[in-house]
T-cell receptor, first 113, second 111 residues
Framework: DAGVTQSPTHLIKTRGQQVTLRCSPK?????VSWYQQALGQGPQFIFQ???????QRGNFPDRFSGHQFPNYSSELNVNALLLGDSALYLC????????????FGQGTRLTVV | GEDVEQSLFLSVREGDSSVINCTYT??????LYWYKQEPGAGLQLLTY?????DMKQDQRLTVLLNKKDKHLSLRIADTQTGDSAIYFC???????????FGKGTRLSVIA
């Protein structure tokens, strides 16, 4: 049983570019949440997707957008990258309504130069 | 400021017990979690406790919850070098809400 998988593992982008990160949830999970973890900080919630819709959103600008596909996998898109967007981006999957356990992927390390 | 607070560093000797503390501010939190993060890795769920419980034990891990003081602790018995990592406390507030994390406690185990 595969856990939460994210791709790519590392990415380097230039300021102003756009990036897409991908996440496949744990088998049987239908809800995907994205978090940003800056160096030395705890993860900060970006948004959550369920039934292909954004259900909740944290305090992040509209440059951050996402999508969920019918197979429950998800993408995080960031436009007009800033140096401050450099971070570890974590995807967590869970079952809607049964949120006792959220499982995280290994993350994508994004570096903006 | 942070809604969930943790001390940043803890150093223990191999074989001793480690106690990592956390305070949170939302009395309506339903679940409280402990995650472990090793260098360059994602978050590993260690354990969680429901807010109506005082204690939960799982092998070497013991979680204590003092709801009155909004204080959560994680005790690791017989700490090993493989326990060296950053430990995050997180709370889930009432309803289907996202996790709110502390900044993490870096545990160093000295052989």
């Amino acid at each position: 049983d595969a856990g939460v998988t994210q791709s790519p593992t590392h990415l380097i982008k230039t300021r102003g570019q756009q990036v897409t990160l991908r996440c496949s949830p744990k088998s049987g999970h239908d809800t995907v949440s994205w978090y940003q973890q800056a160096l030395g900080q705890g993860p900060q919630f970006i948004f959550q997707y369920y039934e292909e819709e954004e259900r909740q959103r944290g305090n992040f600008p509209d440059r951050f957008s996402g999508h969920q596909f019918p197979n429950y996998s998800s993408e995080l898109n960031v436009n007009a990258l800033l140096l401050g967007d450099s971070a570890l981006y974590l995807c967590a999957s869970s079952v809607q309504g049964v949120n006792t356990e959220a499982f995280f992927g290994q993350g994508t390390r994004l570096t903006v130069v | 400021g942070e809604d969930v607070e943790q001390s940043l560093f803890l150093s223990v000797r191999e074989g001793d017990s480690s106690v990592i503390n956390c305070t949170y501010t939302d009395s309506s939190s339903t679940y409280l979690y402990w995650y472990k993060q090793e260098p360059g890795a994602g978050l590993q769920l260690l354990t969680y406790i429901f807010s109506n419980m005082d204690m939960k034990q799982d092998q070497r891990l013991t979680v204590l919850l003092n709801k009155k003081d909004k204080h959560l602790s994680l005790r690791i018995a017989d700490t090993q070098t493989g326990d060296s990592a950053i430990y995050f406390c997180a709370e889930m507030r009432k309803g289907n809400t996202p996790l709110v994390f502390g900044k993490g406690t870096r545990l160093s185990v000295i052989a």
